[in-house]
Every structure is written in structure tokens, then in C-alpha cells.
């Protein structure tokens, strides 16, 4: 404001010496004169401007869901909260052994692995794990051979399981990726039984999911960038995923909503704390490419309701504004261009 009121009195001062904006020859406007500026100053510059409507999100995980017991018997381990499991490793202890192995795939565990099974997109997607923990399955392919017994055996044997060359249903659990332990459902010391749910289980992918005003659906379309202020405190990046067409409400007295799920972009994509903290998500309402900006600390106000920059000689060069965005202002006139040193605000 004090830029602003300073430059108001110096456009007054200078109207009063007779060295207003005035018409040159050419009938375009001519910097006013007045005496040399001592502030900072800054470039003029060419850059991309994007306003942004700022909306309250969540933070939380991909590919949530339960994780249910494959075995019977006493829990007697489950990993805590926030914990990554790896392919090759186990989820949980049922009678103080290890009775779910995390292998990497789509296709859900639906059948015994076993040498006498028949073909089928699991085997592959098995021998394909067996592969990557550095055992020799043979060809990978949807054909269970000697090579794939030998292959499980040796699993099975680093694993302290006896080697029976078959993967009884439930021994593994196939899931996209890593997975990350939300919560627990059961707790150690308590009797399972197949399909007893026991953990909350999701992947290290970071997601925020944002309610939307189904009235501002504009404002979310699927592919478009955004800027999110993460709970930490830095600015992340995310693209959206997914556009929701059905509105809900929260109750009987709000508005409808559609979910808008985004995906985080870079380091911030990854983690596994703060499930479920509130960030805040910019949405692009306006956009600017490659236009002639300045700090808008640099905009003087003058006299009549007009705009100027001050040049460092002392000069004022009138400008129209335009966007203004992130601290910034899009900004034409005569005599401007791009490089040009004016003074800003301190």
C-alpha cells in the first residue's frame, strides 16, 4: 500500500511541475520526469501466469482395501502402522510363522500353485516374481514346468516353509506394487480363520482426493495440472486423474460434490506418514502465456485510476495491467519491453 500512496504523490508532485505524461510527435505517451530512484529494482519480464482458485483436499494413499487372512490359527504378528512391505515378504504370522508372502501383479491369487496345475496368466505372473527374487524359474511363461517346482522349493526353503514345491491359496498375496499398512482390523493373539479381515492395506502411491462444488465442475478437467501446498509446508505438483459424474452430498443440508482425485508429481508421489491430512489444491482459472510482467509491488497507482512503473532515472512509463497471479501482474503500454529495469517496493 505505501507503493502504491508513494507513487499516487509523486504523480501529483510531478502533474504540478508541468511533467505529466504528455503526447510526443508520434501521439504515443511519453515517460514523465522526475528525480532518480535510490530503491531496488527489477526486471521486466516475459513468463507464463496462471490464476489459481485454491480448494481445501485430502491427502491419502492409491489402491486402498482389506487385506484378509489366508490361514487359520492364532495372529500372532501384524506389522504397525505406516510399515512397507516388499515383494518376498510377509504380511502378517498366524501360530508364529509366516503365512502370507507379497508377490508384485494384477490377477488376485485365485487357486493353489501347484505342479500339477494347468496354464494360466498366474503362473506366468508368479514365475515373474520368482524371476525378480532372483530364483530360476525357466521361461516365464503360463507353463508350470520342474524348472517352476525347483524355483518354489527354493523359495520356500529361504523362507523356513517346508519345501513342498506347492504354494498353498493364501501363502501369496499378489498386489501391484509395494504396500503400505494403513491400520490393523484384527489384533495379535486373536483366533483367524480364512477371510477374516486384518489390516487396512494400501500402496506408497500418494493421492489427494478434493470434494468439489458440483456447481464448479469447470474448474476440474481430467490431465490438467495443479499446485498442491503440502502439509509439510513446500508446493508439489499433481495432474488430475479422475473426474467424478456422479454428485453426492455429505448431508442432508450441504451441497452436492464430485470427487476429484489428483496425482502427486516428483518426491512428493511417494511416502508413507500423513495419511489423511488436509492440504490445499489450486485449480488454473485464468491463464497467461509468455506476457510482459512485473512484481505487482512495482504497479504505481497514478492519478485518473492509471497504472505506471517507475524506471531507476526517475521515469514513469504508463501501463495497462492485466492477470495478476503469484505475486505477479501482466502488464503492456508503450515503451515497455522485456529487460527493462523498474523499481519495486521494498
Given at each position: 500500500?505505501?507503493?502504491?500512496?508513494?507513487?499516487?504523490?509523486?504523480?501529483?508532485?510531478?502533474?504540478?511541475?508541468?511533467?505529466?505524461?504528455?503526447?510526443?510527435?508520434?501521439?504515443?505517451?511519453?515517460?514523465?520526469?522526475?528525480?532518480?530512484?535510490?530503491?531496488?529494482?527489477?526486471?521486466?519480464?516475459?513468463?507464463?501466469?496462471?490464476?489459481?482458485?485454491?480448494?481445501?483436499?485430502?491427502?491419502?494413499?492409491?489402491?486402498?482395501?482389506?487385506?484378509?487372512?489366508?490361514?487359520?490359527?492364532?495372529?500372532?504378528?501384524?506389522?504397525?502402522?505406516?510399515?512397507?512391505?516388499?515383494?518376498?515378504?510377509?504380511?502378517?504370522?498366524?501360530?508364529?510363522?509366516?503365512?502370507?508372502?507379497?508377490?508384485?501383479?494384477?490377477?488376485?491369487?485365485?487357486?493353489?500353485?501347484?505342479?500339477?496345475?494347468?496354464?494360466?496368466?498366474?503362473?506366468?505372473?508368479?514365475?515373474?516374481?520368482?524371476?525378480?527374487?532372483?530364483?530360476?524359474?525357466?521361461?516365464?511363461?503360463?507353463?508350470?514346468?520342474?524348472?517352476?517346482?525347483?524355483?518354489?522349493?527354493?523359495?520356500?526353503?529361504?523362507?523356513?516353509?517346508?519345501?513342498?514345491?506347492?504354494?498353498?491359496?493364501?501363502?501369496?498375496?499378489?498386489?501391484?506394487?509395494?504396500?503400505?499398512?494403513?491400520?490393523?482390523?484384527?489384533?495379535?493373539?486373536?483366533?483367524?480363520?480364512?477371510?477374516?479381515?486384518?489390516?487396512?492395506?494400501?500402496?506408497?502411491?500418494?493421492?489427494?482426493?478434493?470434494?468439489?462444488?458440483?456447481?464448479?465442475?469447470?474448474?476440474?478437467?481430467?490431465?490438467?495440472?495443479?499446485?498442491?501446498?503440502?502439509?509439510?509446508?513446500?508446493?508439489?505438483?499433481?495432474?488430475?486423474?479422475?473426474?467424478?459424474?456422479?454428485?453426492?452430498?455429505?448431508?442432508?443440508?450441504?451441497?452436492?460434490?464430485?470427487?476429484?482425485?489428483?496425482?502427486?508429481?516428483?518426491?512428493?508421489?511417494?511416502?508413507?506418514?500423513?495419511?489423511?491430512?488436509?492440504?490445499?489444491?489450486?485449480?488454473?482459472?485464468?491463464?497467461?502465456?509468455?506476457?510482459?510482467?512485473?512484481?505487482?509491488?512495482?504497479?504505481?497507482?497514478?492519478?485518473?485510476?492509471?497504472?505506471a512503473v517507475e524506471l531507476p532515472n526517475g521515469q514513469f512509463?504508463?501501463?495497462?495491467?492485466?492477470?495478476?497471479?503469484?505475486?505477479?501482474?501482466?502488464?503492456?503500454?508503450?515503451?515497455?519491453?522485456?529487460?527493462?529495469?523498474?523499481?519495486?517496493?521494498?
Amino acid at each position: 500500500m505505501r507503493r502504491l500512496a508513494a507513487g499516487g504523490i509523486l504523480a501529483a508532485g510531478t502533474l504540478a511541475a508541468g511533467g505529466a505524461l504528455v503526447l510526443g510527435g508520434s501521439g504515443h505517451p511519453e515517460p514523465a520526469k522526475a528525480a532518480a530512484s535510490s530503491g531496488p529494482t527489477t526486471h521486466v519480464e516475459r513468463r507464463d501466469l496462471v490464476d489459481r482458485d485454491n480448494l481445501d483436499g485430502t491427502l491419502g494413499y492409491d489402491d486402498e482395501g482389506t487385506l484378509n487372512a489366508g490361514a487359520a490359527g492364532v495372529l500372532t504378528r501384524l506389522p504397525d502402522p505406516g510399515t512397507v512391505i516388499t515383494r518376498g515378504h510377509s504380511l502378517y504370522d498366524v501360530s508364529d510363522k509366516p503365512a502370507a508372502f507379497l508377490l508384485y501383479g494384477a490377477l488376485p491369487a485365485w487357486r493353489d500353485f501347484t505342479p500339477s496345475m494347468s496354464d494360466g496368466e498366474d503362473v506366468r505372473q508368479l514365475e515373474r516374481n520368482l524371476k525378480a527374487l532372483g530364483y530360476d524359474p525357466g521361461t516365464v511363461d503360463d507353463d508350470w514346468t520342474w524348472e517352476t517346482t525347483d524355483a518354489v522349493e527354493d523359495f520356500q526353503d529361504d523362507r523356513g516353509l517346508t519345501e513342498t514345491g506347492t504354494l498353498k491359496l493364501g501363502t501369496i498375496v499378489f498386489r501391484p506394487d509395494a504396500t503400505r499398512i494403513a491400520s490393523g482390523k484384527a489384533t495379535v493373539g486373536q483366533n483367524v480363520s480364512p477371510g477374516a479381515p486384518l489390516l487396512n492395506v494400501s500402496s506408497t502411491k500418494r493421492v489427494i482426493t478434493v470434494n468439489l462444488d458440483a456447481r464448479r465442475q469447470r474448474l476440474a478437467r481430467s490431465g490438467d495440472k495443479v499446485t498442491v501446498e503440502m502439509p509439510e509446508g513446500d508446493t508439489a505438483t499433481g495432474r488430475i486423474t479422475d473426474v467424478g459424474t456422479v454428485a453426492t452430498k455429505a448431508s442432508q443440508d450441504s451441497d452436492p460434490t464430485i470427487a476429484v482425485e489428483i496425482e502427486l508429481r516428483g518426491k512428493a508421489a511417494h511416502g508413507t506418514r500423513l495419511d489423511q491430512a488436509p492440504v490445499s489444491v489450486g485449480f488454473s482459472v485464468e491463464e497467461r502465456k509468455g506476457v510482459l510482467t512485473v512484481p505487482v509491488k512495482a504497479l504505481v497507482a497514478r492519478q485518473g485510476g492509471s497504472y505506471a512503473v517507475e524506471l531507476p532515472n526517475g521515469q514513469f512509463v504508463q501501463v495497462e495491467p492485466g492477470l495478476y497471479a503469484d505475486d505477479y501482474v501482466e502488464v503492456s503500454g508503450d515503451g515497455l519491453r522485456e529487460g527493462m529495469r523498474v523499481v519495486t517496493a521494498e
